[in-house]
């Protein structure tokens, strides 16, 4: 009965007027084998079928946490391309950052929520409040060898705190994330987990979390996933909004074999030697000539 309830309470929230999308961002690879990876970010209804292009702001953390601006970013078509550029080795962090969207009003009839519309005035003795969505796409890069700085530097109201390594997940032993509110564990919340070419409106996978906001997630297969957690609750003061509507996603690859890694020093030295090896062959074919 408590997994119909939550079930429920889910459904609401996912069907709800400001909620029509879901946001993700998605690398190329998870574990690069040279600078450069391709992110792409969009929201969508079908994972990972882009459908609205996210903000051109995607911003970024060295492995160090300190902030990274990216300059190679456009939006192209139905989803935004991110070039990161990776000078070292560890785990970055990739994030839309909080995106707020429209303010909706809502008017209470007969116990539910609807979307008041336009042009039309509520009932005098009707309760009236006005919603704001608020969505957070995040996922996480490494190159070389994993680190653990930004994993634990959740961004974000509504932040998923990974507490398995998000480039580590091993789909036998699973997934286990922390969910906070504000700073604060998130008890009692379910947690959903769409496979690739899952629709955002299957709530049927999910896990809820415990008094400590951590909740623990299966598999399958291995694949490309997404974890949504959603939440409402009361906007800051001054915000625009009444409530928000938070939403905020993590995307991860769970793997049959976790990558070992590499050492980023030895292989720059490697791509090094190689580079000086395709020099001296082209200077002596040019030579013969």
């Known amino acids: 009965m408590r997994k119909l309830l939550l079930a429920a309470t889910l459904l609401a929230l996912a069907t709800a007027p400001a909620a029509a999308y879901t946001s993700y961002l998605k690398p190329q690879t998870y574990w690069p084998e040279g600078r450069d990876v391709t992110v792409e970010g969009a929201f969508a209804n079908t994972f990972f079928t882009p459908e609205i292009a996210v903000p051109a702001d995607i911003t970024g953390a060295n492995p160090d946490g300190t902030p990274v601006v990216f300059e190679r970013i456009a939006i192209e078509g139905a989803s935004t391309r991110l ?6 080795g560890g785990t970055y962090r990739i994030t839309t950052g909080e995106q707020f969207g429209n303010v909706t009003t809502l008017v209470g009839v007969d116990g ?9 005035t509520a ?6 409040t006005t919603l704001q969505t608020v969505t957070l796409a995040v996922t996480y890069i490494t190159r070389g060898q994993p680190s653990r700085t930004v994993v634990d530097q959740p961004r974000g109201r509504l932040a998923i705190r990974p507490i398995t390594h998000p480039n580590q997940v091993s789909a036998a032993e699973g997934l286990e994330v922390e969910v906070l509110f504000d700073g604060a564990p998130l008890a009692n919340t379910a947690v959903v987990l769409y ?5 955002d409106t299957d709530l049927d996978r999910y896990a809820v979390t415990d008094d400590a906001g951590r909740a623990r997630f299966s598999f399958d297969a291995p694949g490309h996933y997404v974890i949504a957690a959603r939440h409402r609750a009361d906007m800051p003061p001054g915000s625009p909004a009444q409530v928000g509507s938070y939403t905020t996603t993590l995307t991860f690859e769970a793997y049959a074999q976790v990558p070992a890694g590499y050492d980023v020093a030895e292989r720059e030295r490697e791509a090094a030697r190689e580079t000086d090896r395709r020099n001296t062959r082209r200077l002596g074919r040019n030579r013969q000539f």
């Open 123 to 128: 009932p005098a003795d009707a309760p009236v």
């Open 112 to 120: 539910q929520w609807r979307q008041l519309a336009a042009g039309e």
């Open 195 to 199: 496979g690739e070419g899952a629709p």
């Open 83 to 88: 070039h990161a550029d990776l000078p070292i």
